[in-house]
């Protein structure tokens, strides 16, 4: 079983920033694609960004120019740095770690492991 621990989330006002942190203790990364979802209440888990083990990045549109997806490798870290926050960002954020085998980067299914959710609330 695999571990993901997240951190960084908590409190914004619109247009500041945040950085969000996912390490995966006793995990070497390096060979993993990372994602990072994200899910408000009442509504579905959806994809905000993805590295790939070879540091490709792929974005959803409405965080595409805000957000920046890095990893570390080193440390067994993902990031998710989230500038220009706005209200609609609001949700639980959860790092997960890709199914090697699967293709669909964008939607849970793909993803093998997941952490347990750090909350970012912007208000306006």
């Known amino acids: 079983q695999v571990q993901l621990e997240e951190s960084g989330g908590g409190l914004a006002q619109a247009g500041d920033s945040l950085r969000l942190s996912c390490a995966a203790p006793g995990r070497v990364f390096s060979n993993d694609d990372l994602g990072w979802f994200r899910q408000a209440p009442g509504k579905e888990r959806e994809f905000v960004a993805l590295?790939?083990?070879?540091?490709?990045?792929y974005y959803s549109d409405f965080v595409k120019d805000r957000f920046t997806i890095s990893r570390d490798n080193a440390k067994n870290t993902v990031y998710l740095q989230m500038n220009s926050l706005k209200p609609e960002d609001t949700a639980v954020y959860f790092c997960a770690v890709k199914n090697r085998f699967s293709s669909d980067y964008h939607v849970p299914k793909g993803y093998a492991y997941w952490g347990q959710g750090t909350q970012v609330t912007v208000s306006s």
């Open positions: 590295v790939t083990s070879s540091a490709n990045t």
